[in-house]
Every structure is written in structure tokens, then in C-alpha cells.
T-cell receptor, first 112, second 114 residues
Framework: GNSVTQMEGPVTLSEEAFLTINCTYT??????LFWYVQYPGEGLQLLLK?????DKGSNKGFEATYRKETTSFHLEKGSVQVSDSAVYFC???????????FGTGTRLTIIP | DAGVIQSPRHEVTEMGQEVTLRCKPI?????LFWYRQTMMRGLELLIY????????DSGMPEDRFSAKMPNASFSTLKIQPSEPRDSAVYFC????????????FGAGSRLTVL
């Protein structure tokens, strides 16, 4: 079946540091890939997505590239801010399947 | 649009009591999902509906849990009787079938069963 494996957390970085959160997936065919973010006390919200190989999703300075050859969708940001402190979830879905498969989430804390 | 609306935001109850969580999806969205989030198990899909019809309830933990969607603008998740291990944050999410398969989540209902 489909699965998503995320980098174990928690991750603590200083402000302006470079961020990478690893995500790899297992799925047949060509799933759509997503990063969702959950800020404290809130529900998840879509951060970015990519629907086919080599697509790059980007939003709010975050980027992730759909790598079919390595089955990965790593999240990156060049310079993190305190306001980026949140839990980040990698997820996938297959065409025709309405269910999203989520990773376990990675808690990110940015210190000033 | 006000987004996905959930109530109550917080519920504290005693073991054995009935709990009802409510959700109003985004108007026009034809899919509705109920998720449960805990530290131990992460985010779990409990059940989802399409056009008010339950499609997959394989994630519902046991018969104490039930969910209904009587119309396109309202859904409930009921736990009867509640147990301490049901303590979690319960999220409702909705989406449009013709969209990019993007879920919009509510703010969640935090349930504590004593």
C-alpha cells in the first residue's frame, strides 16, 4: 500500500538557518505529493504541492521537488523565521483515491 | 467563506459519557473527512463521506464511534460511551472533488475523557 516516511523530529534551528525536512514515499504509479503545516492550536493547512515528476511546489519561501527516481519530496527553506515554528506533514494521494496518506509529522522549532 | 467550522473547540467529559462533535464543511465541498490526532498514533483517518454518503469507515476504531452526515452542510462524530483512550484532537476536513485534491481542515475539537 501507499506510505510516507518523514524525518524524525523534533528539529530545532536558529533563525536564518537553512531547513531541510526529508520525506520519502512508497506508492505505485504517480501519486500527487503535498506538504501540510500545522501551527499551534490550529488545523492543518496546505503549504505546497506537486502533481508530477520534476514538479517543484513552492510557497512562503518553502520549496519541494517531486523526485521520482528517489521517491522523495524533501521540504527546504533557505532562511527560516521564528514564525515557521510548526509541525510539518508530508502526504500523498493517488488519482482516483480520495484518501490522503500522511507521514507522522515533524515538529520544527526556530529559536531567535 | 468562513472555512470548515468545528464545535466544540474543547470538550472535557467523564468516562462513560456520550460525546458529539460537530462539523460544518465549506459550502459546495462534496467530500468530508474525520481525522483523529494523538501523540502516539499521529493523524488517523476515521471515516469519509462523498455527497453525504459514508464511503470508507475502516478507520473507525470500534462500535462506540459513529458518524453521520444528514445534509451537505453538517456532520457529527459521536462516541458512546467515551473512554480515556479516546482523548485526542478530532479534525474535520472537506474538499471539492473537481479540485486539486486539497483538503481544508477545521481548527479541531480537543477531547479529554477523564
Amino acid at each position: 500500500g501507499n506510505s510516507v516516511t518523514q524525518m524524525e523530529g523534533p528539529v530545532t534551528l536558529s533563525e536564518e538557518a537553512f531547513l531541510t525536512i526529508n520525506c520519502t514515499y512508497t506508492a505505485t504509479g504517480y501519486p500527487s505529493l503535498f506538504w501540510y503545516v500545522q501551527y499551534p492550536g490550529e488545523g492543518l493547512q496546505l503549504l505546497l504541492k506537486a502533481t508530477k515528476a520534476d514538479d517543484k511546489g513552492s510557497n512562503k519561501g518553502f520549496e519541494a521537488t517531486y523526485r521520482k527516481e528517489t521517491t522523495s519530496f524533501h521540504l527546504e527553506k533557505g532562511s527560516v523565521q521564528v514564525s515557521d515554528s510548526a509541525v510539518y506533514f508530508c502526504a500523498l494521494t493517488k488519482f482516483g483515491n480520495e484518501k490522503l496518506t500522511f507521514g507522522t509529522g515533524t515538529r520544527l522549532t526556530i529559536i531567535p | 467563506d468562513a472555512g470548515v467550522i468545528q464545535s466544540p473547540r474543547h470538550e472535557v467529559t467523564e468516562m462513560g459519557q456520550e460525546v458529539t462533535l460537530r462539523c460544518k464543511p465549506i459550502s459546495g465541498h462534496d467530500y468530508l473527512f474525520w481525522y483523529r490526532q494523538t501523540m502516539m498514533r499521529g493523524l488517523e483517518l476515521l471515516i469519509y463521506f462523498n455527497n453525504n454518503v459514508p464511503i470508507d469507515d475502516s478507520g473507525m476504531p470500534e462500535d462506540r464511534f459513529s458518524a453521520k452526515m444528514p445534509n451537505a452542510s453538517f456532520s457529527t462524530l459521536k462516541i458512546q460511551p467515551s473512554e480515556p483512550r479516546d482523548s485526542a484532537v478530532y479534525f474535520c476536513a472537506s474538499k471539492l472533488s473537481s479540485g486539486a485534491n486539497v483538503l481544508t481542515f477545521g481548527a479541531g475539537s480537543r477531547l479529554t475523557v477523564l
